[in-house]
């Protein structure tokens, strides 16, 4: 069974950092690719990064993204973060090859429960 869970979110002040983890089980890294995608209040959800690329040009220069083979974990560095960066941030999983990158969040068949960020003004 396939289970992504994200931890390390948590309240921070403007300027702040966290890094969020993102664990994988039930499948083997080299067959699936793992996004980071994010959702603040009423908007909808937005696609961050994939395993090796940022996509929204809102967090370039702040977030980087990094993995783990051996855990199968990726993580999400975020620095100097902002209010706007407040949101519920997810990693989700697609069969497919690891490296590949998509925004869309309906190409992702399995997703973690979600982990919030808070950023303080």
């Known amino acids: 069974e396939v289970q992504l869970v994200e931890s390390g979110g948590g309240l921070v002040q403007a300027g702040g950092s966290l890094r969020l983890s993102c664990a994988a089980s039930?499948?083997?890294?080299?067959?699936?690719?793992i996004s980071w995608f994010r959702q603040a209040p009423g908007k909808e959800r937005e696609g961050v990064s994939c395993i090796s690329t940022l996509y929204a040009d809102s967090v370039k220069g702040r977030f980087t993204i990094s993995n783990d083979n051996a855990k199968i974990t990726v993580y999400l560095q975020m620095n100097s973060l902002k209010p706007e960066d407040t949101a519920v941030y997810y990693c989700?999983?697609?069969?497919?090859?690891?490296?590949?990158?998509?925004?869309?969040?309906?190409?992702?068949?399995?997703w973690g429960q979600g982990t919030q960020v808070t950023v303080s003004s």
């Open positions: 039930g499948f083997t890294f080299d067959d699936y690719t």
């Open positions: 989700a999983a697609a069969l497919a090859p690891r490296y590949y990158c998509s925004g869309s969040e309906y190409e992702y068949d399995y």
